[in-house]
């Protein structure tokens, strides 16, 4: 599977229990360690675990690689590691908080300076 059909897989499996605010970022020129990154938010703690087993359950079924999860004791911040996807699954106001879309979006920017200089 590639990397744009596996985003796209991600993103269904979001949209299937009602994530909200779901953001791709791009991060294949940031860093070697992953190529895309996808940030969701859900309304409580248990809707953020189910997003991400949902996500994991959906990935499993497609026969692909599923990594590490984290976060999911307290469901505040649900991490999972796809290998070239890396899926936050947050809830509104932590996701606030660590605002990642800036702070990746950021790095990108600064890229983008240097390289026209």
């Known amino acids: 599977m590639n990397i744009e059909d596996k985003t796209r897989l991600v993103v269904a499996a979001l949209e299937d229990i009602k994530a909200r605010d779901i953001a791709v970022l791009d991060t294949s020129k940031l860093t070697s360690l992953f190529e895309r990154m996808v940030i969701a938010s859900g309304d409580s ?45 947050m809830l509104p106001a932590v996701r ?11 790095g990108e920017a600064a890229r983008a300076r240097k390289a026209t200089s």
């Open 96 to 106: 606030a908080h660590y605002n990642l879309e800036e702070l990746w979006g950021a």
């Open 45 to 89: 703690n248990r809707q953020t675990r189910a997003l991400a087993d949902n996500v994991r359950e959906k990935v499993k079924e497609a026969g692909e690689h599923v990594g590490g999860m984290e976060g999911e004791e307290s469901g505040d911040w649900v991490l999972l590691d796809l290998g070239e996807v890396i899926v936050h699954v």
